[in-house]
């Protein structure tokens, strides 16, 4: 915990806001000029590259390297499926197998050297496959595929055989897919089917089997990317892809680690610009599922809180589950945008109705009460002693005559409803068959979503197997839960993508003037006194409480006459990080005496604990505000990250924080804020008066620009606490660490 001071303060009227927002005088970035328009402040990228991944699934040319048609053998087995797709997708195969004449009865090349023309993709089945992979790479082959485990899964050898895969064909013209992949790429999809589509992405090809059979289900597919180990093409490389086809009308992943954050996030983006859904399951969440993915795939998972916050800043939606990641993905494929955002219930048991309804309220649907115009209108089919405010339930009889669609059409009609959920929690012809008949027709001249709910535990029923699943416009789900989920995505992912405006464009690209003041101030590999940290936070416009660093006695007391009683007076050293605990910090200081004796006192401690002193701070009084803290830290997989939260001992025992990696804008900052449990408190609470929040969003958005700025110079930073004041803020204390 840092040190907290209180009293009061001053703000400072001339806040500006041009070195937050990123309009500021161009300038070289760490020495050298940027590329315009392709690179940020820190020199990274701000667009995705969409590698060329035509010729990988509609290749013309397919080797097999390693080839066999033995009874028996694994090999065979592997060769027989990729003859299968080459000959589905057109491509002229050529086994290779130094020995064998023939496979398959097609004639067999010795090695790589003797294929008579670059191949586009090509399998290699060998248990080493360094030297097949340099040999692709000299032939001028367009990818290959590594299907041979033992890689960085298995630890730091493995690892170190990966990268050397990886330094075979970085810079060749070759692309790799795994090592440690699979055959889902080259799986047979229905033609038969019609409709936006989904493109798979997995990790681990098994998790994917479910959205595959969801084609039996009339749901189509068009792609399946299983990457493997990644040691070249990377999960990032095929979402970007992905987003591009226009057949694709949702990607569906399962990640279990993500080889480069950033690139991932980019993709993202891609995918976000063109209003493309992407739904994932990102394992991880625990301690135990991360350590699971590490030795499952040799990468790391990153901090979740830190993944789950940047995948939602870009609209990734995510869930927890494969039944989840299928209903939802298949949803958002194939519905058309709402035309409202409020939700319908309507059965024929109040008790089903009330039950969904609890479940969609809960997770944060909006359930708009019927006007009484349209009330009166149901109850024209209704019986009058139903509810039908919504959730609506209509007794049940309605269902089997006419009355029945006559509701749905009436309730369709309402402008506030863009999505109607009929519960049906198990069959009961002939009334539950002529109800979903009625959903089906009705879907088919609506443009707003149906979902129904089948309860039934069976699932062979004609209404559900036949009525049901033969409509593409009728979203069918099996679980309550299921169906919450998937229409709280399809709302919400409508919602992000009518607003979203992409961070990148906004990045700054040139160094604001702080820059170069603030570079100086670092210590590589060290820790800054609080002083020091001050002096940074001061380069980029933010304000602290007037202070003086002093090194006698008699210099405090002339620093505190300057300041102004009362005065608080604390350690300053780069190895202090908790002043409070360690007793260097005395407040409320009201006279001489009392800062002498207090400037003996902190001298003392230090003496005793062998902490090295810059001097002792003599700090203005700050009055009380709102505790906030604002800070950077580096993740392993996204680099820097902006947190802010509750400051002073609330930052450690509610753990109330909010997470974005920069770039991100003003509306961001703001939804930052409005994700605290505690955001209230700057409402003003008790009589207290409403906090500065202009001022606090200016910080948070003035050390983003720190953060991009200093880059990887900046191992951590901490403001905390930051007082939120009726009129300004005042960052009391700061921790930097250089790296």
């Not at 608080?568 to 409070?580: C, L, N, W």
Request: neutral net charge; contains cysteine; charged residues 20%.
């Amino acid at each position: 915990m840092l040190g907290s001071t209180y009293g009061t303060f001053t703000p400072d009227p001339r806040r500006a806001r041009a070195v937050a927002c990123g309009n500021l005088p161009s300038a070289t970035v760490h020495g050298r000029a940027a590329a315009a328009g392709d690179l940020d402040v820190s020199g990274r990228p701000l667009h995705a590259d969409v590698p060329d991944l035509d010729r990988f699934f509609r290749p013309e040319t397919v080797a097999v390297i390693g080839a066999s048609d033995t009874e028996g053998r694994p090999n065979s087995g592997v060769t027989r499926q990729l003859a299968a797709w080459a000959a589905r997708v057109g491509a002229r195969l050529y086994p290779v197998h130094p020995t064998r004449p023939a496979v398959l009865g097609v004639p067999c090349a010795r090695s790589v050297a003797e294929l008579p023309e670059p191949v586009d993709v090509a399998a290699v089945l060998v248990r080493d496959p360094l030297p097949v992979v340099e040999e692709l790479a000299a032939a001028k082959a367009r990818f290959a595929v590594v299907f041979a485990s033992g890689f960085a899964e298995t630890g730091a050898a493995g690892a170190a055989a990966q990268d050397r895969l990886a330094a075979a064909v970085r810079g060749t013209g070759l692309r790799l897919l795994g090592p440690n992949t699979n055959l889902n790429a080259f799986q047979e999809f229905r033609e038969d089917l019609e409709g936006p589509a989904i493109a798979l992405l997995t990790q681990s090809g098994h998790q994917g089997r479910p959205l595959y059979a969801l084609q039996e289900l009339g749901i189509r597919l068009s792609h399946w990317a299983p990457t493997g180990n990644e040691a070249d093409l990377e999960a990032a490389d095929f979402l970007a892809y992905f987003t591009e086809q226009p057949e694709v009308g949702c990607v569906a992943a399962y990640v279990e680690g993500l080889k480069d954050g950033r690139r991932f996030l980019l993709a993202a983006d891609r995918a976000a610009r063109r209003g493309v859904p992407v739904v994932a399951v990102k394992v991880g969440r625990t301690e135990t599922g991360a350590r699971t993915a590490a030795s499952h795939t040799g990468k790391l998972t990153g901090a979740d809180t830190v993944v789950d916050a940047a995948l939602r800043q870009y609209g990734v939606i995510r869930v927890d589950g494969l039944d989840e990641l299928q209903d939802t993905a298949a949803l958002l494929a194939r519905a058309r945008p709402p035309r409202a955002d409020g939700v319908a219930v309507y059965s024929i048991s109040g008790g089903t109705g009330a039950h969904f309804a609890d479940l969609a309220s809960a997770a944060g649907l909006r359930l708009p009460r019927l006007s009484a115009a349209k009330q009166a209108e149901l109850h024209q089919w209704i019986p009058h002693d139903l509810n039908v405010s919504n959730p609506v339930d209509n007794g049940g009889h309605p269902v089997g005559d006419p009355r029945g669609r006559k509701i749905i059409d009436a309730l369709l009609a309402d402008p506030e409803v863009g999505v109607l959920v009929c519960p049906v929690t198990g069959p009961f012809p002939p009334l539950s068959d002529k109800l979903v008949a009625d959903l089906v027709a009705a879907a088919e001249d609506t443009d707003k979503l149906i979902c129904v709910i089948w309860g039934s535990p069976v699932g062979t029923e004609d209404a559900y197997r036949t009525t049901l699943l033969g409509s593409s416009r009728v979203a069918t789900f099996r679980t309550f839960a299921n169906c919450v989920t998937a229409v709280r995505a399809y709302l919400g992912h409508h919602r992000f993508a009518a607003s979203y405006r992409s961070p990148f464009d906004e990045a700054p690209r040139t160094p604001s003037p702080s820059f170069r003041k603030a570079q100086a101030l670092l210590r590589p590999g060290h820790q800054l006194s609080e002083h020091a940290a001050k002096q940074l936070l001061r380069a980029y416009g933010i304000r602290v409480p007037r202070e003086q660093l002093v090194t006698s006695a008699a210099a405090a007391v002339r620093a505190a006459g300057q300041v102004g009683y009362p005065v608080v007076m604390k350690a300053s050293g780069a190895r202090i990080a908790h002043k409070t605990e360690l007793g260097l910090v005395r407040t409320g200081l009201t006279s001489a005496s009392q800062v002498r004796d207090a400037y003996r006192d902190l001298t003392d401690i230090a003496r005793y604990e062998d902490i090295g002193l810059d001097g002792v701070l003599v700090c203005q009084m700050v009055e009380r505000g709102v505790e906030m803290v604002v800070g950077v830290s580096q993740d392993p997989l996204f680099g820097p990250t902006v947190t802010v939260g509750l400051g002073g001992v609330l930052v450690e025992v509610l753990h109330d924080v909010s997470v974005r990696v920069p770039p991100f804008g003003e509306d961001q900052a703001r939804a930052m804020l409005d994700e605290l449990r505690g955001r209230p408190l700057l409402d003003g609470v008790r009589g207290a008066p409403p906090g500065d929040l202009d001022a606090l969003v200016e910080v948070v958005l003035r050390v983003q620009r720190m953060a991009l700025e200093l880059g990887g110079g900046l191992a951590e930073l901490e403001i905390n606490p930051l007082v939120v004041l009726g009129q300004g803020v005042a960052a009391l204390d700061a921790l930097v660490r250089c790296a």
